[in-house]
């Protein structure tokens, strides 16, 4: 089974716009702490891969690039305004582990403690590059997709932008049912990207048409029209729909 492959670009782009319709009567209004946190931890670079990354044959053109020198510290605050509702944030910050948001605890301890190997990866590919999973990033991705890691894909997310997804507690069930319960992340986002691409070759698009399906700055002002549209992100919002 899948999901993307089966619906046209009219309806990808409808889901999104629900999803961004949703987001703006949301407080936490979590598509501008997206579009910042990109702005800070990111570059836009050209495409750096040959002709032969399959990349190339939907015509893409930029990738995101973690910017260097970037702390775990500036990880974290972003990781707390883009996917931990703001109520939560001053007990998470004191590393409480009870009440809103107590599972991004561990999953977070684990990044902290690796930060040091995790820093060094920065990656120049995205989830439709022929060699798109560092190795690093592959062995963080052996976990179940279930509710109970829920914040470990957060934060592959947030490292990876352009080839991770993250999911919540209803939209990490549906994903299991459309890709045929992977027994890893690895293999969820394996599954996703061959879906992504039979979607493409079905409607002659391009990578970045794919990425105009989202239009958040139609919602929020704050968020420019060109702002970068994370594969990992447009993902994450379809689902957030369903």
């Keep these: 089974m899948s999901l993307i492959s089966h619906f046209a670009d009219e309806s990808l782009t409808e889901f999104l716009r629900r999803s961004n319709y949703w987001a703006s009567k949301n407080r936490n209004a979590y598509p501008v702490k997206i579009h910042k946190a990109i702005s800070e931890l990111y570059d836009v670079i050209d495409c750096p891969c040959d002709n032969d990354c399959e990349c190339k044959k939907y015509g893409c053109s ?4 973690r910017k260097p020198g970037i702390t775990f510290d500036d990880y974290y605050d972003y ?5 931990v509702d703001s109520k939560a944030h001053a007990a998470l910050y004191q590393g409480v582990k009870d009440g809103r948001g107590k599972n991004s605890v561990p999953a ?3 990044i902290r403690n690796n930060w040091s190997a995790i820093s060094n990866v920065r990656s120049k590919k995205h989830l439709l590059c022929s060699n798109w999973c560092e190795q690093l990033h592959r062995e963080m991705a052996q976990f179940r997709p279930n509710s109970n890691t829920i914040y470990r894909a957060k934060w592959l997310s947030l490292l990876c932008f352009d080839s991770f997804t993250a999911y919540d507690y209803a939209s990490v069930g549906l994903m299991r049912r459309d890709f045929n319960r992977p027994s890893t992340y690895l293999e969820l986002m394996k599954r996703i990207r061959k879906d992504i ?8 698009g391009t990578l970045q048409d794919f990425r105009n399906y989202d239009n958040p700055s139609e919602f929020f002002r704050e968020v ?3 702002s970068p549209k994370p594969i990992g992100n447009i993902i994450d919002k379809i689902y957030l729909t369903l």
């Design 62 to 65: 930029t990738h995101l690039v």
């Design 79 to 83: 990781f707390l305004k883009c996917y």
């Design 108 to 110: 977070t301890d684990e």
């Design 197 to 204: 691409m039979i979607h493409l070759d079905n409607t002659g």
């Design 224 to 226: 420019p029209s060109d």
